[in-house]
């Protein structure tokens, strides 16, 4: 299938050109959370700029997290304090500036008797946090076991509580940073995706990058920013330019139920028999369940049976479920890892990793005008745009004031959109398809949804046939999995039976040739 990039400015779809002459300020080898956040801030900035993922948009390790958006509250336990105020400020500021995208959560914790702390150390604890979050979310809670019980029946009697917020992404995190990408590309960024690059020249000025698949064509940079997660240290070698911070590989899984743990939306905070914290987090109509914490070698992971039983064994031991958890409640199943950063030479040597933080480093290479982003969250990512336009502009680029890189934009017309779609669509779902459409499009979805009646094609999700031509044509899609998995929060809580069962989809999806 030709891959067709989209701009948004006049709604045309325009196919990429590449021939060797091409020349960009910046070539951003990544099109994960760090790579569309560069791309945002640089293209922002007035830079040329140029994306080049060998997948989709997020396809690796930023569509495999839990979803949230933190300060990192669990980094109190090892007096990080300045990462914990840091990372808060940024979720507050994320919360601010995507006001749909993004929602406060509660966060339940139930203190049995895997909890590091007790009711009193707990309370102090989230209090604290709350205050070194600069108040952004609501307040705090102490609950008693009766009070706790009461609020949420499924928690095991005689236990107390505790109930702090964060931050939560309704839909699914690669859509999170596909609206980045989308930043991007209104700055005239060129995005290429399923393109691998293949080899690097640098003559003492400029780069020669060698790139092959979807793209085959011999482009020239000034300046690589190397933001492939886990696969930094690879493409690092690639660019002749070895990175001095080392990686340490933490495996996390999540399993989607077809079940709600919870008819209260908020997030359920437990400890498992290794005294890590684990969630039961809302999905809609079901649940989402994780996450586990494996040292592995390989990044490339899939959920084993172990990591399966664990998670069952672990989601039961601290519920009382009528009916206990098991593999046939599993719909849908995550598996990603955590690079974590490590001091150079330890890798293979820390020996307390559980403990790592998931703070990023930035390395530059000046004499060959490398920037390498190691490690980092999602929580940061605005951080994490600016430093690179920062280093950027200390390697010699000519940059621009940042202005409007990020955030939904205008809110104004959103309650006139609610009532629109309210005429053109039954009142059971209205709000659920009025909610889905805005946070992914904002005004955009005006056009979306057009003239005819809006059906819920996927039942539970607000998801129209509408919605899906419309990514289908503009938000550079080339497999199901691009549409189903990464532009829409789809195949997160629907097994491929579902979806295969869903004759009105499948035969859409087929007339759009995916």
């Known amino acids: 299938m030709t891959l067709f990039f989209y701009d948004f400015s006049v709604g045309k779809q325009n196919q990429s050109k590449s021939n060797k002459n091409d020349h960009y300020d910046v070539a951003i080898i990544g099109a994960g959370i760090n790579g569309a956040v560069a791309a945002a801030a640089a293209s922002a900035a007035g830079l040329k700029v140029l994306v080049v993922d060998k997948g989709d948009i997020a396809n690796f390790t930023s569509q495999e997290s839990s979803n949230l958006v933190w300060g990192g509250i669990k980094y109190l336990q090892t007096y990080e304090f300045g990462l914990v105020i840091k990372l808060c400020l940024a979720r507050n500021r994320l919360m601010r500036n995507y006001p749909n995208q993004i929602r406060q959560i509660g966060f339940l914790a139930s203190l049995g008797p895997t909890a590091p702390f007790g009711r009193l150390l707990g309370t102090f604890g989230t209090l604290f946090y709350w205050g070194i979050g600069f108040f952004g979310t609501k307040a705090p809670a102490s609950y008693s076991a009766a009070a706790a019980k009461r609020l949420e029946p499924n928690l095991i009697s005689g236990r107390t509580a505790i109930k702090y917020y964060d931050a939560q992404l309704p839909d699914n995190d690669s859509r999170f940073v596909f609206d980045f990408i989308r930043h991007a590309i209104k700055n005239g960024t060129d995005v290429r995706t399923y393109t691998t690059l293949d080899s690097a020249t640098h003559d003492g000025t400029l780069w020669a990058l060698k790139l092959s698949g979807s793209h085959e064509a011999t482009v020239g940079a000034t300046t690589v920013i190397n933001a492939t997660g886990p696969f930094a240290k690879e493409v690092s070698e690639i660019l002749g330019s070895p990175t001095k911070a080392g990686l340490v590989m933490s495996k996390g899984i999540h ?36 996450t586990t914490d494996t040292r592995v070698q390989d990044p490339k992971t899939a959920v084993t049976q172990e990591d399966r039983d664990f998670v069952i064994k672990q989601i039961n031991a601290q519920m009382e479920l009528e009916t206990p958890i098991t593999s046939k409640d599993v719909v849908s199943e995550r598996s990603g890892v955590r690079p974590l950063v490590v001091a150079a030479g330890d890798s293979g040597e820390v020996q307390d990793w559980h403990q790592l933080s ?58 006139e959109f609610y009532q629109l779609v309210a005429s053109r669509t039954n009142q059971n779902s209205a709000e659920r398809i009025a909610d889905g459409i805005w946070r992914r499009h904002g005004e955009s979805g005006f056009e979306i949804v057009g003239e005819g009646h809006l059906t819920d094609l996927i039942e539970g999700l607000g998801i ?3 919605e899906i031509r419309h990514i289908a044509m503009a938000e550079m899609i080339t497999t199901r999995e691009d549409l189903l998995r990464r532009r829409l929060p789809v195949k997160m809580s629907r097994s491929d039976k579902e979806l295969s069962a869903n004759k009105p989809l499948e035969k859409l999806l087929v007339e759009l040739g995916l």
């Not at 139920?257 to 809609?284: C, H, I, N, S």
């Not at 200390?394 to 940059?399: D, E, I, Q, T």
Request: aromatic share 8%; net charge negative.
């Open 255 to 290: 399993l989607v139920l077809d079940r709600k743990l919870t008819d209260t939306y908020q997030v359920l905070a437990f400890w498992d028999e290794q005294e890590r914290l684990f969630y039961v987090l809302p999905m809609g109509d079901r649940s989402m369940v994780g």
């Open 358 to 415: 998931r703070k990023h480093v930035v390395e530059v290479d000046q004499e060959l005008s490398v920037v390498t982003i190691l490690g980092g969250k999602l929580t940061d990512c605005l951080n994490v745009g600016q430093e690179m336009v920062h280093e950027l502009s200390r390697l010699g680029h000519r940059v621009n004031k940042l202005r409007n890189w990020f955030g939904e934009g205008s809110q104004l017309r959103k309650e």
């Open 464 to 466: 129209t046939e509408q």
